[in-house]
């Protein structure tokens, strides 16, 4: 079992991370919680893969099980999954004895995260993020959100978790375009400030030898986020200017958030580059390192649309630069410098 103790401002939480949590997750949650009853929110393919394995932990850990199971995919971060969220706390009159425990991927745990912040009574808020992207990025944060229309999150709110429980070995469930989605923010997690981590992923040969190590993968890159604070964490935005900008020119029916990042990144470093920020080929690591776990290199887009959707980035803001493998700069760059690594970098 690893601890990291992660913060949100003065706000500090426990990630606990150990392969098989799952199964022990009752045990867990008693040593730590107490709690009398848990409410366990899941997806149907949580459910199916993992919800008999948490109702029999809760139960021989003497707490009381409530389950609620919402349909797979966008469902769960909509008005909708809100109501039946919020509608499942009031019926069961969740108290600040119990626990209230989100399992599966971001979507879940984003509104989840959001009904507990909204719900009319303190709620002591555990996450079992059960995704790669969930497990390397956003078990720190304390971000929710909702979407009100397609590709929007703004209805949100920052509430931290009381905590968070990974087990690693859920990544193993994974499909595989997802898995390697998620793969893309373990790179830009070990670009970003983790050269030995970003070698590691070079030498990796394939899923199964990155699944045998993946306790120790998930751990740096929660590491990597919790030592980072104030600006230097804008290091971890690294290519998600761009790749804001393809999901939305793509209006989210392309590439997959990680997917985007990994395009982001590639013609992030092409351009720094070029402008003499970034080390000589530094790009080639990087391309390489993404190629390696099937990641593409390019993204289909309307270029008039690509052009507004830059544009719309702003004429200045802090931007993750990758100096080299291993460490990025946040410098003060606009719209030009994206649509001079958008229009001018070989796809």
């Given amino acids: 079992m690893q601890r990291i103790r992660a913060s949100v401002g003065d706000y500090y939480y426990d990630i606990h991370l150990d392969n098989g949590l799952t199964g022990?997750?009752?045990?867990?949650?008693?040593?730590?919680?107490?709690?009398?009853?848990?409410?366990?929110?899941?997806?149907?393919?949580?459910?199916?893969?993992?919800?008999?394995?948490?109702?029999?932990?809760?139960?021989?850990?003497?707490?009381?099980?409530?389950?609620?199971t919402l349909p797979t995919g966008g469902y769960a971060q909509t008005l909708d999954a809100l109501r039946e969220i919020t509608a499942a706390m009031t019926d069961m009159a969740l108290s600040p004895e119990d626990a209230l425990v989100a399992m599966g991927g971001g979507k879940l745990c984003d509104s989840v995260g959001y009904a507990a912040w909204n719900y009319k009574s303190v709620v002591r808020l555990v996450y079992v993020p059960t995704t790669l992207i969930g497990m390397a990025d956003w078990a720190v944060g304390g971000k929710t959100a909702l979407e009100y229309k397609l590709g929007s999150r703004m209805i949100g709110s920052f509430f931290p978790p009381t905590l968070t429980l990974i087990d690693p070995q859920t990544v193993c469930t994974m499909p595989?375009?997802?898995?390697?989605?998620?793969?893309?923010?373990?790179?830009?997690?070990?670009?970003?400030?983790?050269?030995?981590?970003?070698?590691?992923?070079?030498?990796?040969?394939?899923?199964?030898?990155v699944e045998v190590r993946m306790e120790e993968i998930a751990w740096r890159c929660l590491a990597i986020k919790q030592s980072l604070s104030g600006t230097d964490r804008r290091k971890l935005l690294l290519g998600h200017g761009l790749a804001n900008a393809i999901e939305t020119a793509q209006r989210y029916r392309g590439l997959l958030h990680g997917e985007a990042v990994g395009v982001g990144m590639r013609v992030t470093a092409c351009a720094a580059e070029r402008c003499g920020m970034s080390a000589r080929g530094t790009a080639d690591r990087i391309a390489e390192c993404l190629q390696r776990y099937h990641l593409p290199m390019t993204a289909v887009v309307d270029p008039d649309f690509m052009l507004r959707r830059i544009h719309a980035l702003g004429e200045s803001l802090d931007t993750a630069v990758p100096e080299r493998v291993g460490w990025c700069a946040v410098r003060h760059l606009g719209n030009a410098f994206f649509a001079d690594a958008w229009f001018n970098t070989p796809m």
Avoid: W
Avoid at 189 to 196: E, I, L, T, W
């Fill in 24 to 68: 022990r997750l009752g045990d867990r949650l008693s040593e730590t919680l107490h709690p009398r009853r848990a409410l366990l929110i899941v997806d149907e393919n949580i459910d199916r893969l993992y919800g008999a394995r948490v109702v029999r932990s809760l139960e021989a850990a003497m707490i009381r099980p409530y389950v609620l």
């Fill in 176 to 209: 595989e375009r997802e898995f390697e989605s998620g793969m893309a923010e373990v790179i830009k997690s070990a670009c970003a400030a983790d050269a030995a981590l970003f070698h590691q992923l070079e030498t990796l040969t394939g899923r199964a030898a």
